[in-house]
């Protein structure tokens, strides 16, 4: 099968045609256009939640790819668009906005060294020098859950190994401070180790900072950037907090994880052009591996913890967003009948009627 969709390229490229790879089309299939080309790929009978339809290379249809417009200043680059549930083609939750060439990061999923290696191979120059390592200093979290912050020992530690003089200010909820504390000192033992062998912990060093405050407000503003922090519902967490950025040409915002519509989060998203944001299906919720045995048990948990298509699609039409950036998407279709754009048409049958992508690692919007 290989070789005939080799050959079918081949004689493609030779008559000057070439195959549009860059969507993946819900009504389409065409193999040839697949990121890993299905190969090698063995489909999984047994189900455990290592082996989800998202995660098989057959069911990804499109590569990654550059949407922003020309001339913009501003760009979002979709880091780790993953869930908790191991997926190797997507790492965790982490995003970056790069204004003017300079990147603020939001969000330190699993595997965030690697996915921002990725984005720079995938696209070259176009963010190599944004990416440069001594320019990452600055980084939002929206939440302490996880699945969002365990690539922070990463984060700070990491670099330690390959590159000195690295400078990092944390912003997060009240929690932040005492993680990284925690952290620095779990691995006390190889910074003790790196010390006594000439590294000086003052030359690279990561600060953190509460964000602790009644009401929404700046939390932080340079040249380039004025950032917002709107306190937002997510199940129990009392401080999770959605990102808006004002910049000199685009308003993004970063809604970390959802939950029950609420108003501030139509508030922090007023007038974006991009809104960063997730959301689980509700047509396949009997599927979802989690959240308890019935549908209704499903829909009453999971939706403490994340938007519905449909309260996603309330939101962004209520504060007029022109872009939905969906990541962090829990779609669960199933097998045969597994469609990667799935939760896009969900959100769009609610009544979203702007521009609505499905991310993957290493898009930039
Ligand atoms: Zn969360
Ligand atoms: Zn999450």
Same mark, same amino acid.
């Given at each position: 099968?290989?070789?005939?969709?080799?050959?079918?390229?081949?004689?493609?490229?030779?008559?000057?045609?070439?195959?549009?790879?860059?969507?993946?089309?819900?009504?389409?299939?065409?193999?040839?256009?697949?990121?890993?080309?299905?190969?090698?790929?063995?489909?999984?009978?047994y189900?455990?939640?290592?082996?989800?339809?998202?995660?098989?290379?057959?069911?990804?249809?499109?590569?990654?790819?550059?949407?922003?417009?020309? =001339?913009?200043? /501003?760009?979002?680059?979709?880091?780790?668009?993953?869930?908790?549930?191991?997926?190797?083609?997507r790492?965790?939750?982490?995003?970056?906005?790069?204004?003017?060439?300079?990147?603020?990061?939001?969000?330190?999923?699993?595997?965030?060294?690697?996915?921002i290696?990725?984005?720079?191979?995938? *696209?070259?120059?176009k963010?190599? $020098? &944004?990416?440069s390592p %001594?320019?990452?200093?600055?980084?939002?979290?929206?939440?302490?859950? $996880?699945?969002? =912050?365990?690539?922070?020992?990463?984060?700070?530690?990491?670099?330690? *190994?390959?590159?000195?003089?690295?400078? $990092?200010?944390?912003? +997060?909820?009240?929690?932040?401070?005492?993680?990284?504390?925690?952290? *620095?000192?779990?691995?006390?033992?190889?910074?003790?180790?790196?010390?006594?062998?000439?590294?000086?912990?003052?030359?690279?060093?990561? /600060?953190?900072?509460?964000?602790d405050?009644?009401?929404? +407000?700046?939390?932080?503003?340079?040249?380039?950037?004025?950032?917002?922090?709107?306190?937002?519902?997510?199940?129990?967490?009392?401080? =999770?907090?959605?990102?808006?950025?004002? =910049?000199?040409? %685009?308003?993004?915002?970063?809604?970390?994880?959802?939950?029950?519509?609420?108003?501030?989060?139509?508030?922090a998203?007023?007038?974006?052009?991009?809104?960063?944001?997730?959301?689980?299906?509700?047509?396949?919720?009997?599927?979802?591996?989690?959240? +308890?045995?019935?549908?209704?048990?499903?829909?009453?948990?999971?939706?403490?913890?994340?938007?519905?298509?449909?309260?996603?699609?309330?939101?962004?039409?209520?504060?007029?967003?022109? /872009?939905?950036?969906?990541?962090?998407? $829990?779609?669960?279709?199933?097998?045969?009948?597994?469609?990667?754009?799935?939760?896009?048409?969900?959100?769009?049958?609610?009544?979203?009627?702007?521009?609505?992508?499905? &991310?993957?690692?290493?898009?930039?919007?």
């Amino acid at each position: 099968m290989k070789i005939l969709f080799t050959s079918l390229l081949l004689v493609l490229s030779q008559l000057g045609m070439s195959i549009d790879c860059s969507f993946g089309k819900s009504d389409e299939f065409d193999q040839s256009c697949s990121y890993y080309n299905n190969d090698p790929f063995k489909k999984p009978q047994y189900k455990t939640p290592l082996a989800l339809p998202d995660s098989w290379p057959i069911n990804i249809l499109r590569n990654p790819m550059d949407r922003s417009p020309e =001339t913009s200043k /501003t760009r979002v680059v979709t880091l780790g668009t993953g869930m908790p549930s191991p997926n190797p083609y997507r790492s965790g939750p982490s995003h970056a906005l790069v204004v003017d060439g300079f990147p603020y990061l939001i969000d330190a999923g699993e595997g965030i060294w690697r996915s921002i290696s990725k984005a720079v191979l995938i *696209n070259g120059d176009k963010l190599s $020098q &944004a990416f440069s390592p %001594r320019k990452l200093n600055v980084l939002f979290v929206t939440h302490l859950h $996880q699945d969002h =912050t365990i690539g922070l020992p990463s984060l700070v530690l990491n670099p330690l *190994n390959w590159i000195y003089g690295i400078r $990092q200010d944390i912003f +997060g909820p009240v929690g932040t401070k005492d993680m990284l504390k925690y952290i *620095n000192l779990a691995w006390l033992v190889d910074t003790d180790a790196a010390i006594s062998d000439g590294f000086d912990p003052e030359d690279s060093r990561a /600060t953190a900072y509460d964000i602790d405050f009644e009401k929404d +407000g700046i939390v932080y503003e340079d040249e380039r950037v004025k950032v917002e922090a709107f306190r937002t519902r997510h199940a129990s967490l009392e401080n =999770t907090f959605a990102y808006r950025f004002t =910049t000199s040409d %685009r308003i993004v915002v970063f809604t970390g994880d959802g939950g029950p519509y609420n108003d501030n989060i139509v508030r922090a998203s007023r007038n974006a052009d991009i809104l960063v944001t997730e959301t689980v299906t509700e047509d396949n919720i009997k599927h979802a591996p989690w959240g +308890g045995e019935s549908i209704e048990d499903k829909k009453s948990t999971i939706f403490q913890f994340h938007f519905t298509p449909k309260i996603l699609a309330r939101i962004a039409k209520e504060a007029k967003v022109k /872009t939905i950036v969906l990541s962090h998407e $829990q779609n669960y279709n199933q097998d045969q009948d597994y469609d990667a754009l799935g939760l896009v048409n969900e959100v769009k049958s609610a009544g979203f009627e702007g521009e609505i992508f499905s &991310a993957m690692d290493g898009d930039i919007y």
